[in-house]
């Protein structure tokens, strides 16, 4: 998978959020179990690294930055 970072525009129902990429994308993704079971809160505005799907369309947020 390949890693990325951006910034949370939105937060979604079902523990999803639409990030905005540093390249100008836009993809949506959900939290990594490691850092949901630590009870890590996202919000908007929030820098965060994703890792991305094969599609490049969705995402699993695996660090707050």
């Known amino acids: 998978m390949a ?6 525009t939105e937060t979604l129902p079902s523990a999803m959020y639409r990030v905005k990429l540093d390249g100008g994308a836009v993809v949506l993704a959900h939290i990594a179990d ?13 820098r965060v690294r994703i ?3 094969a ?8 660090e707050k930055m």
């Open 3 to 8: 890693a990325a970072v951006g910034i949370v």
């Open 51 to 53: 890792e991305l799907s």
């Open 55 to 62: 599609d490049v369309t969705r995402g699993r947020i695996v």
């Open 34 to 46: 490691r850092m949901d079971r630590n009870f890590v809160r996202i919000l908007i505005g929030d």
